[in-house]
């Protein structure tokens, strides 16, 4: 069964640095695309950053490009999300989840081979 857990959010001042993983199980995380995306209440779901499978091609959402970087390590089978320079417009439930192809665009959860449970993210003074 294909299974994704995030980890290492938690609250941060204006400014600070959080480091998110999602970690795979049931499958090779390079065999698929892995995205992460953010939902904050009364907001959209918005695609944050994807790194595609095999590949490992980069893309960011406008909001995060030049803050957020996305990685694979493929030893620990985990994607990873470096956030700095946060803002508290970034606070939101963070879910990562495995797809064919890289989409920033909101996906519908059918598209998706598997997701995490969300882990929330804060940023405040």
């Known amino acids: 069964q294909l299974q994704l857990v995030e980890s290492g959010g938690g609250s941060v001042q204006p400014g600070g640095s959080l480091r998110l993983s999602c970690a795979g199980s049931?499958?090779?995380?390079?065999?698929?695309?892995i995205m992460w995306f953010r939902q904050a209440p009364g907001k959209e779901r918005e695609g944050v950053a994807c790194i595609s499978r095999s590949a490992g091609s980069t893309s960011y959402g406008d909001s995060v490009k030049g803050r957020f970087t996305i990685s694979r390590d493929s030893a620990k089978n985990t994607v990873n999300l470096q956030m700095n320079s946060l803002k508290p417009e970034d606070t939101a439930v963070y879910y990562c989840?495995?797809?064919?192809?890289?989409?920033?665009?909101?996906?519908?959860?059918?598209?998706?081979?598997?997701w995490g449970q969300g882990i929330e993210v804060t940023v405040s003074s």
């Open positions: 989840g495995a797809l064919e192809d890289c989409n920033l665009k909101p996906q519908p959860w059918w598209r998706y081979d598997a």
């Open positions: 049931g499958f090779n995380v390079e065999s698929s695309s």
